[in-house]
């Protein structure tokens, strides 16, 4: 928190849709095509051609807005935003006005002290993205690519609910999430899928009126946003902190060397001259249509959440873990043994299986372990018979080059199960002692904690295939024998 000001930030999130064509063409959406491949005459605008709607596109922005609650708009229409722009072809891109196909509704977010909050939404339209223009590959031009020129694209924007850049970050990451877990957009912000305007304002604390707002551009990470806002609030606080008036413009964020610097004065809605598309007729939103959207959204994560806590008993910290990708909580409920392995099996995903994913670069889906062998793992463990450490370290990495083996198959071929007999374990233990006498002395006079040591000498000698509860029974009964 400001000691001085309160912050007050609202967001606009581009999120590019997941769809093979265009927004009002067919033309292909294929991230990283050579240059100006993607372009038939619609794309370029050329007289002569009319647009027409993508559907997989409206239905991807409303099942943003339903799994948003939002209210649907039953009839939204296109609207023509001015402008002159280089990386623009038609001199106008197709967005929408009034009537947005969305409105309202909120993203739920969840600090790291603990608190939560709602940022509510202003709206979510559709609109098509702009081409792109590359300043970095010859000295004296800057070159265009047509490629991403209408791409399908979702606008988010927030109501000024985000008080901090931390929030905004959360905020960014719950909306990474969600899209990614509908499956409307592949949230990937290198390739520039996901991207953000960051306005900023600041206030004294307890004045209800809003400041004047600074809006950044060019945010292609979550990371960036958070940064590009620091800055931000640190610069604005030292206008205002000097007596001077801050000025609504537009600026930019610039990664390397992490400042902002003024683009333009901004802009007025005014100034963009909208008008209904005249090439686009309004479209209507059938109860029926919505109702199949709704019926095929997969189980939110707040959803999934509340129910890893309460069918299967979990933590939420461990509920929140799971459900932080789709394909992680697919996983845990289609190979989850039984529910009374929910927390083991947990502890597995999340621990030493996720970060040979992580490794690997690897996914979920792929991981090729069925049912059956998850069972005889968990069971393996939980019986004893083989000890967490020796499973994740030695046996799980076997599993994974899959010979269709079940664990404790391979455990006993490897030598990996702790199968000593009780007798071999005493012979162990009777040499851990003869090797530290001393500490078998200490340890009768009290130093009861000493026990530990002789167990990790008996686990040293026996190459892990001493069961340490037989092994810690074996123990206590031989170190208190002549006391
Ligand atoms: P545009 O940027 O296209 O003019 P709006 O005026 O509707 O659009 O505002 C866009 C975003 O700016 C919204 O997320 C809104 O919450 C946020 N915003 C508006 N006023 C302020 C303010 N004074 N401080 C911070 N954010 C603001
Ligand atoms: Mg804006």
Redesign the pocket.
């Known amino acids: 928190m400001h000691p001085r000001y309160e912050v007050?930030?609202?967001?606009?999130v581009h999120a590019q849709l997941r769809t093979s064509s265009k927004l009002f063409c067919g033309d292909s959406t294929r991230f990283g095509a050579e240059p100006n491949t993607q372009v038939s005459p619609l794309t370029l605008a050329h007289p002569g051609t009319l647009p027409y709607l993508n559907r997989e596109a409206l239905e991807h922005a409303l099942r943003m807005g339903l799994a948003c609650g939002s209210s649907i708009s039953r009839r939204s229409y296109f609207a023509r935003k001015n402008y002159f722009y280089p990386d623009l072809p038609k001199g106008y891109q197709i967005s929408q006005h009034h009537d947005p196909v969305c409105l309202g509704g909120s993203i739920h977010i969840q600090l790291s002290d603990g608190i939560s909050k709602d940022i509510r939404l202003?709206r979510i339209h559709l609109e098509e993205d702009a081409g792109k223009s590359i300043h970095d590959q010859d000295p004296s031009q800057t070159l265009l690519d047509y490629n991403r020129a209408g791409t399908p694209l979702i606008e988010i924007?927030?109501?000024?609910?985000i008080r901090s850049a931390e929030e905004a970050f959360v905020f960014l990451t719950e909306i990474r999430k969600l899209v990614r877990w509908i499956g409307v957009c592949d949230g990937n912000m290198e390739e520039g899928s996901l991207r953000c305007?960051a306005?900023?304002?600041l206030r004294l604390h307890g004045d209800p009126r809003?400041?004047?707002?600074v809006?950044v551009k060019n945010l292609n990470s979550i990371r960036h946003v958070r940064r590009a806002i620091e800055i931000e609030v640190e610069r604005l606080a030292v206008i205002l902190d000097a007596g001077a008036i801050v000025r609504q413009e537009t600026r930019s964020f610039q990664a390397s060397d992490e400042t902002t610097f003024a683009i333009r004065t901004?802009e007025?809605?005014d100034d963009y001259r909208y008008f209904p598309e005249p090439d686009l007729p309004p479209f209507h939103i059938t109860e029926d249509w919505l109702d199949r959207l709704m019926s095929s959204l997969p189980s939110l994560p707040e959803v999934m959440i509340a129910r890893f806590q309460h069918e299967y008993g979990l933590s939420e910290y461990d509920a929140r873990q799971l459900c932080e990708e789709k394909d992680l909580c697919d996983y845990f409920l289609s190979h989850l043994p039984a529910t009374d392995h929910a927390k083991p099996f947990a502890n597995w995903l999340l621990g030493p299986v996720r970060s040979l994913i992580n490794e690997r670069g690897g996914e979920w889906v792929l991981l090729n372990i069925s049912r059956d062998e998850w069972a005889d793992l968990l069971l393996l463990v939980s019986s004893g018979r083989i000890s967490f450490s020796s499973a994740s370290q030695h046996l799980f990495p076997r599993m994974m080059s899959a010979d269709g083996r079940l664990p404790s198959d391979i455990a006993a071929a490897e030598g990996l199960l702790q199968d000593a007999g009780g007798d071999e374990i005493e012979g162990w233990v009777e040499q851990a002692m003869q090797s530290m006498p001393d500490k078998v002395l200490e340890y009768r006079k009290g130093k009861k904690g000493l026990i530990g040591l002789f167990m990790g000498e008996v686990k040293k000698l026996s190459r892990g295939k001493a069961d340490p509860r037989k092994t810690q029974e074996i123990l206590q009964k031989k170190l208190n024998a002549a006391s």
């Open positions: 007050v930030i609202g967001l606009e202003t924007v927030t109501e000024p609910d305007d306005n900023i304002s809003l400041g004047t707002r809006e901004k007025d809605a």
